[in-house]
């Protein structure tokens, strides 16, 4: 009997996969820069943290204006405007040597991530996938970016060791123009509803707005954002400074990692690993389970996780089961958040509203990253800073629980049944 389920794996996903891949493992180890450069330039914490924070902050104002030009004029002419503008960002960075020159530059990087992440990415996966594989194909693309994060900061750091940061950024540049080769294949059929593609952009989002499900999902997407940028920025020089040290006889230094400052790029690398798993597990849960009921429990988890890890002595041991078990939170929430747009809001805008629900991520991510920086300066160390991610995280989770999962169009044609 000829087996007529649509595959999982195609060549639309690879293809995205592999531009996610690059652009995140580049944008995974901007904290490992934190050091280098504030060292080289005397700089305060704060200043190159601010860049990282202007970044994300771009990132998500660029999101649903990429979300918005890729479903006017085409996917990947919005990725190759994306893929322009980080390059571009990088090579004017390496040649700064203000903190405002840095700042400046980084709104560039942070449009560009805009163009080759997750809400340009994820719209056309979700449009090439059929219904009973969305979940997984939307956790798929997820977890590339995760791969990228496995290997961004060590390599980034490993450069480190023989290139200065100025060469590494222009490095970086070659890559983010090389992943675009992956264009060919990204040709996306618009798998959307005849209701769907009748609907214009301002409809949709009048719809949207008026719906309490969407701003609670809105504000939900804050404190993942506050949570992952934080680490990302500032975990590696976290563990740097308040680590205890690397027993040279011990596991870690045979495995060359002899210092704090590599253990911090490793546990970024961690993270990334373990979230392949989480993240391909809660596309595969989000099929079976209600999405919000996931969220809620990541979120949770989250909280529970850095308690733990906070009120503990940071040795060695704690960072990398902290990393491990965070790493498996990390990303989960994107491909239940975007498949929860995609099921309540359909997939004909689902670019667009992912975008603007990703502005609150962004929000979350600039507030972290300057945040972390400035208590930082404040208080010589990252507690009340971590403190306050935990609050934020306890309440994603709680707000999650209200949300009405079921397709607008439904809940519209119950009213007037």
Excluded at 92 to 105: D, G, I, M, N
Excluded at 214 to 237: D, K, M, N, R, V
Aim: glycine fraction near 10%.
């Amino acid at each position: 009997m000829t087996d007529t389920r649509a595959p999982l794996i195609t060549p639309v996903l690879v293809a995205g996969c592999a531009v996610i891949l690059v652009s995140f493992a580049i944008r995974a180890s901007f904290g490992v820069f934190q050091i280098p450069i504030a060292t080289e330039f005397n700089w305060p914490r704060a200043e190159f943290s601010m860049a990282i924070a202007i970044q994300n902050l771009f990132w998500g104002i660029g999101q649903p204006l990429f979300g918005a030009l890729a479903e006017r004029v085409g996917d990947r002419k919005a990725i190759i405007l994306g893929a322009l503008l980080y390059a571009a960002g990088l090579v004017l960075s390496s040649f700064a040597v203000t903190p405002e020159a840095h700042q400046f530059y980084e709104t560039l990087i942070g449009f560009g991530i805009a163009g080759t992440g997750f809400g340009v990415i994820l719209a056309v996966v979700g449009r090439a996938s059929s219904t009973e594989n969305r979940s997984m194909s939307l956790a798929i693309a997820t977890a590339a970016g995760s791969a990228g994060q496995v290997f961004g900061a060590p390599v980034a750091e490993w450069l480190l060791g023989f290139m200065s940061w100025q060469e590494v950024f222009l490095l970086f540049a070659a890559a983010v123009l090389t992943s675009l080769l992956a264009l060919p294949w990204m040709r996306s059929p618009q798998m959307a509803t005849k209701t769907e593609l009748e609907e214009s952009l301002g409809q949709i989002l009048t719809k949207a707005f008026k719906d309490p499900s969407f701003t609670l999902i809105f504000l939900g997407f804050f404190s993942c954002g506050y949570q992952l940028a934080f680490f990302t920025a500032h975990f590696p020089a976290l563990v740097t400074e308040m680590c205890g040290a690397i027993d040279p006889r011990g596991l870690l230094a045979g495995l060359g990692i002899t210092s704090t400052s590599a253990l911090g790029a490793i546990s970024i690398s961690v993270i990334g690993a373990a979230n392949i798993g989480g993240t391909l597990l809660a596309g595969y849960l989000g099929n079976r389970l209600p999405k919000k009921y996931l969220l809620t429990s990541i979120y949770a988890l989250r909280a529970v996780a850095s308690i733990a890890f906070i009120l503990s002595p940071i040795t060695p041991a704690s960072v990398l089961l902290f990393s491990l078990v965070m790493g498996a939170l990390w990303l989960a929430t994107v491909p239940l958040t975007s498949g929860l747009i995609a099921h309540i809001y359909g997939l004909r805008y689902m670019g667009t509203l992912y975008g603007i629900v990703f502005f609150s991520h962004q929000l979350g991510a600039f507030l972290g990253v300057w945040l972390g920086g400035r208590l930082y300066d404040i208080y010589g160390d990252y507690t009340a800073v971590w403190w306050v991610g935990v609050g934020v995280g306890i309440f994603s989770a709680v707000v999650h629980l209200p949300i009405k999962e079921v397709p607008l169009g439904q809940r519209v044609a119950k009213v007037f049944s």
